[in-house]
Nanobody
């Protein structure tokens, strides 16, 4: 069983920055997982924006956020971060972190979501 808790959402003006945190609780090793960040805007489907392999530190970014968003992990704190810079109104969405085993394709565990609103 894995539990994820997001924090750090809020309201920011276009061009500003926010950092989301995802605290991960697990009975197994934090290193066993890849943590993805997803977002869903009103009336739109869910989009994966990034992923980090916790053991290796390798990352993936969607084209829509590459160069503006950075994901990182603090393995001592079992926490993954999403640093969001140069935010745009189209980044407004509920952001979720999710976990999957490294050998698994499907994200099995999800956080509750954090609202990010970017005003123009």
């Amino acid at each position: 069983e894995v539990q994820l808790v997001e924090s750090g959402g809020g309201l920011v003006q276009a061009g500003g920055s926010l950092r989301l945190s995802c605290a991960v609780s697990t009975f197994t090793s934090f290193d066993d997982y890849a943590i993805g960040w997803f977002r869903q805007a009103p009336g739109k489907g869910r989009e994966q924006v990034s992923c980090i392999n916790v053991a290796e530190g390798s990352t993936y970014y969607a084209d829509s956020v590459r160069g503006r968003f950075t994901t990182s992990s603090n393995n001592a704190k079992n926490t993954v971060y999403l640093q969001m810079n140069s935010l745009k109104p189209e980044d407004t969405a509920v952001y979720y972190c999710a976990a999957r085993g490294q050998a698994v394709l499907k994200y099995e565990y999800w956080g509750q979501g954090a609202q990010v609103t970017v005003s123009s």
